[in-house]
């Protein structure tokens, strides 16, 4: 037997928000402008006809998206058909109440039978009905399936980005073992952790303060290597911290500034990682030294670039923004994020996992 679905997999939407309802009206309405025009013998439009059908598709239309609402979750452990065959029931009985109310009180006709006039409203509703319900479930089946592509395509990327950075850090711990076994111990520790939380498939949006977790991890492992070549400049706002980001969005950024700005420098220099929000944006900004090679060039930057911006695409849309830049020797990446804030944490801090180890 098959689980119950829940509401929110319900291929109707949520008519008790008000945007759901207010396009409802507005559709109605512009139906409505359309009869009129097309019932209009002299004028362009009969505003007798246009005020007296709103009235009565408004009042239908309020009244069936409430009961509606009121029953989605009932609704949605049926079947497709039985839920679709139930909200037609239900959108009839409610226009052949009012149908019913309008003939008898508000505008009766004499001259007409009434049981015709509720007849064409019962199969206009009655249409309607169907073409409305047919969009909704079509709209569902088109959201489905561009989730069900967009986690497919944020695994690829996800999978893409492990191994270079596997590669890189086993390289960084090899270097270690010789000459300071202990401190490559502990190096693999904080791959170890680092790989722990970041390869958890379910987790598509974390907390900033995990992703920066994350970093520090991997610019522990980097400041083995390079001592006091490489100085690190932070200043994160402190409201922050529950910021959502893609995991290994930033660990990336930190590697190619690292590999590409610090290390092919004899004397270093300093990697800059600064996060601010301004309105309903987030900002990240990493800045590193540029160095006289053409490093922008370089194809395993412009592929951590590219799998960061099309991740950022899939989860925020048009809202999320990476651009780089450089000026005056200085190389920098920039984030614009929606202010957003995660629902969990990915994992524990590095000062708990290492006192446990």
């Not at 829940?6 to 928000?17: A, G, I, Q």
């Not at 039978?113 to 009905?129: N, P, R, V, Y």
């Not at 200043?235 to 910021?243: G, N, R, T, V, W």
Request: aromatic fraction near 8%.
């Amino acid at each position: 037997m098959a689980a119950p679905r829940k509401s929110s997999e319900f291929y109707v939407p949520d008519l008790c928000r008000v945007r759901a309802v207010f396009m409802l009206l507005i559709t109605s309405e512009l139906m409505v402008l359309v009869l009129s025009i097309v019932q209009a013998k002299a004028d362009w439009i009969d505003w007798n006809y246009f005020g007296l059908l709103s009235l009565f598709v408004q009042w239908t239309v309020l009244t069936s998206a409430a009961l509606i609402c009121l029953l989605r979750n009932w609704l949605a452990r049926l079947s497709v058909t039985r839920s679709t065959l139930a909200m037609v029931i239900i959108v009839l009985l409610d226009v052949l109440a009012f149908g019913l109310f309008a003939d008898s009180v508000l505008y009766p006709q004499p001259g007409v039978s009434g049981w015709q006039g509720i007849a064409k409203k019962l199969l206009l509703a009655l249409l309607i009905t169907l073409m409305v319900l047919r969009y909704f479930y079509l709209q569902h089946q088109w959201q489905q399936q561009r989730e069900a592509e967009m986690q497919a395509r944020l695994a690829a990327l996800q999978a893409r980005i492990h191994p270079h950075f596997l590669f890189n850090s086993m390289n960084t711990i090899a270097s270690l073992i010789a000459v300071n076994p202990d401190r490559a111990e502990d190096a693999v520790l904080d791959l170890s952790e680092l790989f722990r939380a970041s390869l958890r498939a379910g987790d598509r949006l974390i907390p900033l303060k995990d992703e920066l977790d994350l970093c520090r991890r991997y610019l522990d492992i980097e400041g083995l290597r390079l001592g006091d070549r490489l100085t690190l400049q932070w200043d994160i706002a402190p409201d922050l911290e529950k910021q959502a980001i893609p995991p290994l969005t930033l660990q990336p950024l930190l590697e190619n500034a690292i590999y590409h700005g610090i290390q092919p420098r004899p004397e270093g220099g300093t990697v800059t990682l600064e996060a601010s929000h301004r309105g309903h944006f987030v900002y990240i900004m990493v800045q590193n030294p540029r160095p006289e090679s053409t490093i922008s060039k370089h194809d395993g930057n412009r592929m951590a670039l590219a799998n960061i911006q099309s991740r950022l695409q899939a989860l925020f849309g048009d809202e999320a923004v990476l651009k780089h830049s450089h000026q005056n020797d200085v190389y920098t990446v920039t984030l614009r994020l929606p202010r957003r804030t995660a629902n969990h944490s990915a994992g524990p801090d590095i000062e708990g996992s290492r006192n446990e180890s």
